[in-house]
């Protein structure tokens, strides 16, 4: 009998939990059960024990009966991944009307060009012609830089590309600093919107000091009026906020400002949140002792919404599958590959490069073909992002998270370790351990 090596163990109070990512299964047990199924060839005294361990997939006939679960799973994995829509990124510009203490594009050389109408026809053209064997309609994303600055010439390239979209029948998203977008209500709304992000990082006194507008005009007030003007028009607004140790301390006050608007007794479909990381990429911080890991972040959140409840109502926190376990018994599915890029994203500058994510965008390095004027894709290039799961990397084969952490970003694992093949590890257990602290009072419901 074998122990599955995906079997991972938290502490839950005065017993534990015991995850595991391959089968779904979450349980809560006794410490003498968890040293009892450690040992399973020991448990002919406690069958009900060994079939239970069985059946939730925590023990197995052999390793190589788990490896077969594996090759399973993985071909579910890639079944779930061809029926997922893609998401395609397009940059209309690399200007931007602000000024951040951190940004992915520091480093890349400043430009303020907006797209033509060849680059937008050929872009449209490109996508028809490489992605029309994809099951699902992929979906457009206007990035930047800023894709919505209030000028005649940038409005006119977001409407020409709206119109498009429209016209072929693309979903549109955007990521947008809102600044404007009392300006593109009307522009973007012509098309079926997907949603629009929006970032705040934190109350107006922390909000403006990151995410001022160049020449150091404050920006809090004038996104508060976008991200209501959005919801008016029925327009879908997914809000960010960017937390390091700077600000993490003022969420509770961003989240009260946002209920006394409206904003979190809104249905999910229309209004949702997030919180990302601000995190080092590319010298993208100016202040790198501020920088927090993706444990620490949620352990944070954790610790913060004890004192203020009002964080449960701003957002509800996953936790890497915890909160989808609490909802409906199973964790999420196996993920064996979580970076997208050169997979289910894609990203078009205005240029004609294209590249595979967020993370790479702008930097020739990454550049993994044209559209604009010539469409040719690298594939030397792209082969090791198109290979990049959890079963090719050396480092993750045998680690009882990959299945949950999915090998990380491929762009951090590229600069780190100097190749894509390459994992970038979060501590997972941390991430779990929080999550179960957080929904404990769900899972003592749950056991009763």
């Not at 490489?130 to 409005?155: C, M, W």
């Not at 290979?387 to 600069?415: H, M, Q, W």
Request: aromatic share 12%.
């Amino acid at each position: 009998m074998y122990f599955s090596r995906y079997n991972i163990i938290v502490p839950f109070e005065d017993k534990y939990a015991i995850i595991n990512p391959l089968s779904g299964s979450f349980d809560v047990a006794s410490q003498n059960e968890i040293e009892r199924l450690r040992k399973p060839g020991k448990l002919m005294d406690d069958l009900d024990l060994l079939d239970y361990g069985i059946s939730r997939g925590y023990i197995y006939e052999s390793k190589e009966d788990e490896d077969v679960r594996v090759e399973d799973a993985y071909r579910e994995f890639l079944n779930i991944m061809e029926t997922s829509q893609t998401q395609i990124l397009l940059i209309p510009t690399y200007g931007c009307n602000f000024s951040c203490i951190y940004c992915y594009e520091r480093g890349i050389p400043g430009r303020h060009d907006v797209i033509s109408k060849e680059a937008v026809d050929a872009f449209f053209y490109d996508i028809e012609e490489r992605l029309r064997d994809e099951k699902v309609r992929p979906y457009i994303t206007l990035f930047g830089g800023e894709p919505f600055i209030n000028s005649a010439h940038q409005k006119e390239a977001i409407s020409y590309i709206v119109y498009n979209a429209a016209k072929k029948g693309y979903e549109i998203a955007a990521v947008t600093n809102g600044y404007d977008l009392m300006d593109y209500t009307d522009i973007i709304k012509r098309a079926d919107i997907k949603e629009i992000q929006v970032t705040l990082d934190g109350p107006p006194e922390v909000h403006n000091k990151r995410r001022r507008l160049i020449g150091g005009k404050d920006s809090f007030g004038r996104i508060i009026e976008g991200m209501h003007a959005l919801i008016e028009a029925k327009i879908p607004v997914n809000l960010r906020v960017v937390v390091d140790r700077d600000n993490y301390d003022s969420l509770p006050e961003l989240a009260k400002i946002l209920d006394r608007e409206g904003f979190l007794d809104l249905p999910d479909e229309i209004f949702k949140t997030q919180i990302g990381r601000n995190y080092e990429l590319f010298e993208c911080s100016l202040n790198h002792g501020s920088l927090i890991t993706q444990a620490e972040q949620w352990a944070y959140f954790e610790r913060l919404s004890r004192d203020y409840p009002i964080l449960r109502k701003f957002h509800k926190p996953d936790f890497k599958g915890i909160r989808n376990a609490i909802l409906t018994g199973s964790m999420y599915s196996p993920t064996f590959d979580t970076c997208p890029a050169g997979k289910k994203e894609w990203v078009y500058d205005l240029y004609g490069d294209i590249y595979g994510c967020t993370a790479s965008c702008g930097r020739k390095d990454y550049r993994l073909g044209t559209y604009y004027p010539e469409r040719k894709i690298y594939e030397d290039r792209l082969r090791p992002w198109r290979e990049r799961n959890v079963l090719n990397i050396k480092e993750c084969r045998e680690c009882p998270v990959s299945l949950v952490c999915g090998g990380g970003c491929g762009v951090v694992a590229n600069e780190k370790n100097g190749s894509i093949l390459s994992p970038a590890c979060h501590d997972i257990g941390s991430i779990f351990e929080s999550g179960i602290k957080y929904y404990s009072e769900d899972i003592r419901e749950a056991l009763q």
